[in-house]
């Protein structure tokens, strides 16, 4: 299944018309040396870089994997979660990253780190 990823990352690039130099560009990598490492499988990528490979592309994490929506979706969703992720949907990669290192200052701090 991860092979599909993989496979998956070349063929948007390729629909895109994108070079691995472009895509390297779109997601925030130095060169298209780490984009040709991970068309072929070889760099594993976090569940954060799949979801900002998927927003460059425009499509969701789900349809870039390949995976099944019905299989791997959330039993349940609060409507506060709901009209985050709604919201965070419409940001551009960069605004993404901001939101992304928000988030990680907020849940850094020690009312979110204590031992319970």
Known sequence: MI????????????????????????TGYTDRSTIAKIEAGIVDLTQS??????????????ELTGWNDE????VSTTPCKDILITKIEKLDC????????????LLSRDKYNKEK
């Open 71 to 74: 299989v791997f979706s959330p």
């Open 94 to 105: 960069e605004d993404r990253a901001v939101v992304e290192a928000i988030v990680d200052g």
């Open 3 to 26: 092979s599909k990823l993989y496979e998956n990352i070349k063929s948007f690039r390729l629909m895109h018309g994108w070079t691995q130099d472009e895509l390297a560009r779109r």
């Open 49 to 62: 870089k799949i979801v900002l490979f998927a927003s460059v592309f425009g499509v969701t994490a789900f």
